[in-house]
Structures are given as structure tokens and as C-alpha cells.
């Protein structure tokens, strides 16, 4: 079955060959990324529309550049603040259990999402309404139950939650099922994450060298 109309398909194939970008076709048709690459991939771009792409593309990839470079001093600043120990905490709980293509935390450890989201709200002054929660549970857990408890360890309304199951499965080990913390539009704070991590290292591993043998 024909999802998108031909005509959606001749404008997607048209615009490309003007020099669109798929970012600029997906937010344009409100459709997938993966579905505009499909009709598009291998449409050529004019000619005359080859130097206006190439700006294009060159200021997206001046953007990453400052984006991160923002970033790294960003996590520099907050570094040499008061609050060194909760971002060493931040880099080994997100190095070890964060996604590393989207700001997303997951962990079955009531601790650990409390003391996660105690640095997002305190530390990095992300704001509530960013804050997306999932709980994860299996088929024959208490659904409500579980969902109290992480609402109780997150502060957050049981109503702000989404709710996934993994059927067929058992709780095993977990009591409570497992808890994803998600930065809607994360992903600078993503960036700013891993600068911390990347200077936190460094000072850690040079402080070592220093160190009497």
C-alpha cells in the first residue's frame, strides 16, 4: 500500500534537486528521516544548485563546531564550580548508562535515577518541563505499583509518565521494572555531558600521574 501520494513523492524528488536537505524536507512533509532518504538518495542536485547545498551544509557543520565548542566551555565553568563532585558523579553514572545519540538515562536503581535527576534539576538547571520519564516494566509486574515508586523516586505525577512493556518477559532481578530519563531537545546538554566526562577524565588520569609511585 502507497503510504505517501505520488505527488508528495515528484515535490520531495524536486526540491532535492534544487538543493534541499533532508533535515529541511522532514521538518517541511513531517515525515521520517528515514522515509525522505528512501524517495530521495539517489536524486541528483542540479547544478546550478550545487553551491547553494554546500553553504548549506557547511553552516550546519559550522553550527556542530560552535555548538560544541560552547559545550567545552560549558562544562569548563562548571567544573571550577561548587559543585565538582555531583559532575564527576554525572560523568561516571552517564558514561556507564546513557545513550550516546540522545540525552536519555536508564537505569532499574531507584539511587541512581534519583542522584541523576538531583544534577539535571540542581546542576544543570534543567527545567521540568524537558524532563520526560518512561518506566519500563515486564508482563506479570504490578503496573501501578511500580509506577508509584518511580513516580515517588523521580517527583514526578504518575500522569507524566509513558509507559512500555517488554511481554513474554519476567521482572527477574529488577522489582520495580527499569526508569528512562529523557532531555527533550538534550541534545546540547548531550554535548555538554560528554565535555564533562572527556575534562573530568583528564584531570583525573593527569592528578594520577602526579601521584608518588
Not at 559550522?62 to 555531583?86: C, H, V
Not at 534539576?121 to 501501578?144: H, Q
Amino acid at each position: 500500500m502507497r503510504v505517501h501520494s505520488l505527488e508528495k513523492v515528484k515535490l520531495l524528488k524536486k526540491l532535492r534537486r534544487e538543493g534541499y536537505s533532508i533535515n529541511e524536507l522532514v521538518h517541511k512533509f513531517s515525515i521520517p528521516k528515514t522515509t525522505v532518504w528512501h524517495h530521495i538518495h539517489e536524486v541528483p542536485i542540479s547544478e546550478k544548485y550545487i553551491s547553494q547545498w554546500r553553504s548549506k551544509y557547511g553552516g550546519s557543520a559550522k553550527r556542530r563546531e560552535k555548538n560544541l565548542q560552547l559545550a567545552k566551555e560549558t562544562a569548563s565553568q562548571l567544573i571550577r564550580g561548587p559543585y565538582k563532585d555531583y559532575l564527576i558523579a554525572l560523568s561516571m553514572l552517564y558514561w556507564g548508562e546513557g545513550s550516546k545519540k540522545a540525552c536519555e538515562f536508564i537505569n532499574s536503581d531507584g539511587d541512581m535515577i534519583k542522584l541523576y535527576l538531583i544534577i539535571l534539576r540542581k546542576v544543570l538547571n534543567i527545567s521540568e518541563s524537558a524532563i520526560k520519564p518512561t518506566m519500563r516494566i515486564f508482563t506479570g509486574m504490578d503496573e501501578e505499583e511500580c509506577l508509584a515508586y518511580w513516580s515517588k523516586i523521580t517527583s514526578i505525577p504518575k500522569s507524566n509518565f509513558i509507559i512500555r512493556f517488554n511481554d513474554g518477559g519476567s521482572s527477574g532481578k529488577t522489582k520495580f521494572g527499569m526508569c528512562r530519563i529523557t532531555v527533550r531537545k538534550g541534545h546540547q546538554t548531550l554535548k555538554i555531558i560528554h565535555s564533562l566526562r572527556e575534562q573530568i577524565l583528564i584531570n583525573l588520569q593527569n592528578n594520577l600521574i602526579q601521584l608518588p609511585s
